[in-house]
């Protein structure tokens, strides 16, 4: 025993686990979920399908939901990621729309208080 291991316990070393594509899979299906979401919003949103996106996504979440347990655990994976970048898209658009609306209520309150300003100052003047 070590000195500097005040325990009783051994050490023990584990074996490093082996690559495999199924725990690659499973470790960045959430990246590639969303890179695909991203990619398939750019997308849909060039050729024009953007409420289509959102209903397609609430569409596959809503079934992948009532088949999830009935799919075989090889393929719950790649369809998870499906599933998940459809809801991505299906989120996205929508959410771009509601920014470019919050930014412009913004910048027309930003536009009203520097206008106040301004005639302040032209009482001043």
Partial sequence: MAP?????D???IEQKPGRS????LRQNSLRIAVILGLVEAVVAWAEGFRLIMMLVGVL????YLNVRHR???VIRRPVWIVVTAQA???ILLPAIYVGIGIAI???GIMLLILLL???GDLRRA
């Fill in 105 to 107: 209520v913004v910048a």
């Fill in 21 to 24: 594509p199924s725990r690659w």
């Fill in 60 to 63: 596959s979440v809503l079934a």
């Fill in 117 to 119: 300003v301004m005639l």
């Fill in 71 to 73: 799919l075989p655990k």
């Fill in 88 to 90: 991505v898209a299906g």
């Fill in 4 to 8: 500097w291991n005040v325990s009783s």
């Fill in 10 to 12: 051994t050490l023990t």
